[in-house]
T-cell receptor, first 112, second 112 residues
């Protein structure tokens, strides 16, 4: 069964304390992996797309990496405004069509 | 500015009523999607449409209906057959098979 698992469920960091969020997947026919940021009561905001193992993308304090089994979202020297829920999603081939499966997210809180 | 507009932001429904959630996009995207988000669960796909006048059931389509008469619009009707409709509903669009989704700001539906 195709699965996308995010860990940890919640993460509390001091401002400036770097860490990583994990997204592991067991899917066949991976077409791409996406990272989103979601603030409370709002729709997810697109951050990155990764297509192949070894690929990396960066945006400000965020860096996303991809291996054959998992992706990491590295947060360097986070600030309180980075507090949000981070979602990953996997685009895969399934039964002859493309399907997107979302993880349940990691809720990040950055304390000043 | 291009984007997706969902309305209303909050919606209250009495038991036994049908309600319709609006989703409009001006991104010229072919594909549109409806997701449901519940606490502690990943986004679950209700319906999707890859082209005008065509749509497919997602993983949790029971109790919902959609139409796609125009490329820009993909309204979702939550019918009285949906037993647990209280949730946060998200509309999204994408260029078919490429990249990530653009999400709307969501509609929070509450049954009273």
């Amino acid at each position: 069964e195709d699965q996308v698992t995010q860990s940890p469920e919640a993460l509390r960091l001091q401002e400036g304390e770097s860490s990583s969020l994990n997204c592991s997947y067991t899917v066949s026919g991976l077409r791409g992996l996406f990272w989103y940021r979601q603030d409370p009561g709002k729709g997810p905001e697109f951050l990155f797309t990764l297509y192949s193992a070894g690929e990396e993308k960066e945006k400000e304090r965020l860096k996303a990496t991809l291996t054959k089994k998992e992706s990491f979202l590295h947060i360097t020297a986070p600030k309180p405004e980075d507090s949000a829920t981070y979602l990953c999603a996997v685009l895969m081939n399934s039964g002859g069509y493309q399907k997107v499966t979302f993880g349940t997210g990691t809720k990040l809180q950055v304390i000043p | 500015d291009g984007g997706i507009t969902q309305s209303p932001k909050y919606l209250f429904r009495k038991e036994g009523q049908n309600v319709t959630l609006s989703c409009e996009q001006n991104l010229n995207h072919d594909a549109m999607y409806w997701y449901r988000q519940d606490p502690g669960q990943g986004l679950r796909l209700i319906y999707y449409s890859q082209i005008v006048n065509d749509f497919q059931k997602g993983d949790i389509a029971e109790g919902y209906s959609v139409s796609r008469e125009k490329k820009e619009s993909f309204p979702l009707t939550v019918t009285s057959a949906q037993k647990n409709p209280t949730a946060f509903y998200l509309c999204a669009s994408s260029i078919q098979g490429i990249g990530g989704y653009t999400f709307g700001s969501g509609t929070r539906l509450t049954v009273v």
